[in-house]
């Protein structure tokens, strides 16, 4: 088998041990269990607290101690290991404790895999990073979308067995990835290393640049807008149910499915990556990802599952953009902006920031904000939550314009293949 084909099997499955109950556990949490709202927030907080230190901490393994490869296949094990216990758990306090456990294994192995696949594209002479990279994440998506039918489909979008579909594709992926090819630590111990680079943190050196600071912060931001689409976009759509004119909908019967549009239009996105960042650079691919943050957000606003359906689908089509063009670009942006020896370092610090404080964020300002504005009598005012995110975004996309400054260099993109 190819390389590439190997990566692309890598990234299908990547997304698809996360898809198979991302978007369907809040079902999960109100429906099956019928725990109360305010905590449902801190589940996608858990993804935020455990992105805050364990990319970085594994990217400094994998940089100076341990091939990235054997760490992501061991990460992928214990992963699938607690999704296996999660379902056994009666308390919502308990729940997000083992949850967050569970995060601590998974969400490093985001940052890992792109080193992983960046490190053997270039150690292979016929590939090219920038040309050759979206088309194998693509296939990642193609997972999550796999994973969320699967789990529609087969009526579990609400019951435990999404997490035992999620473990047992993790298990298969942990084995898997043993036989990926070999990531051996970049850092010599020969080399003459200061304090900080001994303990792997000279990534975080990276702050000491204000082009580089400014692009972690806005990271920050940005992740804070994907958690809010994560945690309440399919139970927006669920609880159309509970309008007598729309129970019986395509909309609230298959809510999962209508959501993996999102999905489906991240493969198409993504694709078009390397022509707009060699077209337009990475500033105004990032401010055209949340300007597509603010329609995602405000069609959502005045969607309904029947005359307003196309605003609904037209937001899951814009999801693609808004998250494509900040998290592929923004992950590119970052290997053209670092050595080999911090790059797994450099990556994990780009996901702390992204799904680490800008989840704690997103994560514990919404739940807290919904909960105390925008729920009456238990029923949640969707209208004005949407809208808030979209300001929020728009906020976030104007401060951006004006301070992040950069000058297109297409040869800054080209410098990334080699």
């Excluded at 594994?58 to 699938?80: C, F, M, Q, S, V």
């Excluded at 949850?99 to 890992?112: E, G, S, V």
């Excluded at 999620?166 to 010599?188: D, E, M, N, R, S």
Aim: net charge neutral; hydrophobic share 50%.
């Amino acid at each position: 088998m190819s390389i590439k084909n190997r990566l692309i099997a890598m990234n299908f499955f990547q997304f698809f041990v996360w898809g198979a109950w991302l978007i369907t556990i809040a079902n999960f949490w109100f429906g099956t269990k019928q725990w109360e709202g305010t905590q449902f927030g801190l589940v996608f907080g858990t993804m935020g607290i455990a992105s805050l230190f364990m990319p970085t901490l594994t990217g400094i393994l994998a940089d100076r101690w341990i091939n990235a490869e054997k760490l992501y296949g061991i990460l992928h094990i214990l992963y699938a290991l607690v999704l296996f216990y999660l379902p056994q758990i009666e308390t919502p306090g308990n729940f997000i404790y083992v949850m967050l456990l569970a995060m601590c294994f998974y969400m490093p192995t985001i940052a890992l895999s792109n080193s992983i696949s960046y490190t053997a594209l270039k150690n292979s002479s016929d590939s090219d990073v920038v040309k050759d990279f979206p088309p194998i994440r693509v296939w990642g998506t193609v997972g999550f979308i796999a994973a969320m039918w699967l789990t529609n489909l087969s009526g579990n979008k609400a019951t435990a067995y999404q997490f035992y579909i999620a473990g047992i594709a993790a298990i298969l992926l942990g084995l898997y990835a043993f036989t990926l090819p070999k990531c051996k630590p970049q850092h010599t111990k020969a080399e003459k290393s200061s304090f900080a680079e001994s303990l792997g943190l000279e990534a975080f050196k990276l702050f000491g640049t204000y082009k580089m600071a400014l692009f972690f912060i806005f990271s920050m931001f940005l992740g804070g807008a994907l958690q809010l689409t994560n945690a309440y976009g399919d139970v927006f759509l669920d609880e159309f149910k509970n309008v007598p004119e729309y129970a019986d909908s395509f909309v609230v019967k298959y809510s999962t499915i209508i959501m993996s549009i999102s999905q489906v239009s991240e493969t198409l996105f993504i694709l078009a990556i390397p022509f707009f960042l060699k077209r337009f650079g990475i500033k105004q691919v990032m401010l055209i990802s949340m300007v597509a943050w603010v329609l995602r957000f405000g069609l959502f606003a005045y969607g309904n599952p029947t005359d307003g359906l196309w605003m609904i689908i037209t937001s899951c089509i814009v999801y693609g953009m808004a998250f494509d063009f900040f998290n592929i670009s923004g992950s590119l942006f970052v290997e053209t902006s670092t050595n080999a020896k911090i790059r797994s370092s450099a990556q994990g610090l780009f996901m702390m920031m992204t799904n680490g404080f800008g989840a704690v964020l997103g994560s514990f300002t919404s739940g807290w904000a919904i909960e105390k504005y925008f729920t009456h009598d238990g029923e949640r005012d969707w209208h004005n939550i949407w809208l808030s995110f979209a300001a929020y975004s728009l906020v976030i996309a104007i401060a951006f314009a004006v301070l992040f400054k950069h000058k297109h260099n297409p040869n800054d993109v080209a410098n990334v293949s080699h």
